[in-house]
């Protein structure tokens, strides 16, 4: 009878009819980045099950506790190019491995204007890597930023020019489709053929469209943001040097109300004086932090070729030599929280609000940007130094998937 009973135990639970089910749970200790006072974290799963005042008294070095960074913008890491020929479902983790070093928990892999095509091919690799078990909780989803945008020179950027057209919503719906409809923000100017109509069907279709790379009037920009477009694309980039002190495209984005604004703030792409204006006019409600980083960030400097031109990669900035004008940026979103706090004297809180609470918000994110109970468990310890954000430990759905020491 022993021997029977054990044999019909084992098929019981290995055929799965009695499953046990265990739930791990852990705690996380910090200084609660809110109110600069100790914590205690239990994740069960992939959620925040408690947060508990800890009565431990900190007397090293304060290590604070955060929700995950989200960076909705950014075009590479450490070599990968999601825009790049050959991308492959490998360099998209290895990417993402190194944007877990630098605090940033999700992120929205960003293909600019290029062959309609290679769009295509490298949205079809980034759907496949979205259902990746390890790395997809970290990809919520993409940001294609083009090819509808202005071909004129300066408001282009880095872009190329023979590769930028109208918007074009059955040619979109192509792209879609390769994405698996992951693509959920869309960077394009309002100023082209068919634009407003196209940005109704992209807001009615769940995508979030933000106006960047453009030259358009006060008229156009209040008519697209009726439409249903409600961000701004690095404001103050992708704009030409020269401008109408009246008319030019940052006014109306700055007066209307209902523009977000997304900035790049890693001490070069914006002047201190206009990251202080701009946070002045949108508050911390209304501001989201973005990197823009290239594919160059994380390697050493010096002079790269990548696709049909050369790039100068400084320590601090990627910039395009013949054209004058800077590819995209060298830093994570990390260090734009820091030069923000320096910048504009926001708080710590105002920071994390700017680089992870409101893109959470903006994408419907829900289970994410905040330290709260049933959130998923994506958390950064940290250290700052002199307003510079030293990453101890990250976690991705409760699981440690780094730690500096």
């Known amino acids: 009878m022993k021997i029977t009973s054990i044999i019909l135990f084992i098929i019981f639970v290995f055929t799965g009819i009695g499953k046990i089910e265990t739930t791990k749970s852990m705690k996380v200790e910090g200084i609660s980045y809110v109110d600069n006072k100790p914590v205690t974290l239990t994740i069960e799963g992939d959620r925040i099950s408690t947060i508990t005042q800890s009565s431990k008294k900190n007397t090293k070095t304060k290590i604070y506790i955060a929700p995950g960074l989200i960076d909705v913008q950014i075009n590479g890491y450490m070599g990968v190019d999601f825009s790049g020929p050959g991308l492959?479902?490998?360099?998209?983790?290895?990417?993402?491995?190194?944007?877990w070093k630098v605090?940033?928990?999700?992120?929205?892999?960003t293909i600019i204007t290029s062959d309609i095509n290679r769009i295509k091919e490298n949205f079809a690799v980034l759907a496949a890597a979205r259902k990746d078990p390890e790395i997809g909780p970290s990809i919520p989803g993409f940001h294609l930023e083009g090819p509808y945008i202005s071909?004129?020179?300066?408001?282009?950027?880095?872009h190329l020019e023979k590769y930028i057209k109208n918007p074009d919503w059955e040619e979109f719906?192509?792209?879609q489709k390769a994405?698996?409809?992951g693509i959920v923000l869309l960077t394009m100017a309002p100023e082209l053929e068919g634009a407003i109509p196209f940005i109704k069907k992209c807001t009615e279709s769940g995508v979030v469209v933000s106006l960047g790379h453009h030259n358009g009037s006060a008229i156009q920009v209040k008519n697209a943001v009726d439409a249903g477009a409600k961000m701004a694309t690095h404001l103050g980039n992708g704009c030409a040097n020269e401008i109408n002190r009246h008319h030019n495209p940052l006014w109306p984005q700055l007066s209307d109300d209902r523009i977000t604004t997304s900035i790049i703030t890693d001490g070069f792409h914006l002047t201190r004086e206009e990251v202080r204006s701009f946070y002045k006019v949108k508050g911390p409600n209304k501001t989201i932090l973005v990197s823009d980083a290239l594919d160059l960030a994380g390697l050493p400097p010096g002079e790269y070729i990548r696709g049909e031109r050369k790039l100068l990669l400084t320590p601090n900035v990627v910039k395009l030599p013949k054209e004058n004008v800077l590819a995209g940026a060298a830093s994570p979103i990390s260090k734009c929280l820091g030069v923000m706090m320096e910048y504009t004297q926001c708080s710590l809180p105002e920071a994390i609000q700017m680089?992870?609470?409101n893109p959470a918000e903006m994408f419907s994110m829900e289970t994410l940007g905040k330290l709260e109970k049933g959130k998923r468990a994506d958390l950064i310890l940290f250290t700052m130094d002199k307003n510079?954000?030293?990453?101890?430990?990250?976690?991705?759905s409760g699981k440690l998937v780094y730690s500096k020491n």
Not at 151 to 157: E, K, Q, T
Request: aromatic share 8%; charged share 20%.
């Open 88 to 99: 492959t479902v490998e360099a998209i983790r290895k990417a993402t491995k190194a944007l």
């Open 103 to 109: 605090g940033v928990t999700s992120y929205f892999p």
């Open 151 to 158: 071909p004129v020179a300066g408001f282009r950027g880095a």
């Open 173 to 175: 719906q192509e792209i």
């Open 179 to 181: 994405a698996e409809n």
């Open 355 to 357: 680089a992870s609470t």
């Open 388 to 396: 510079e954000m030293v990453i101890q430990k990250t976690y991705v």
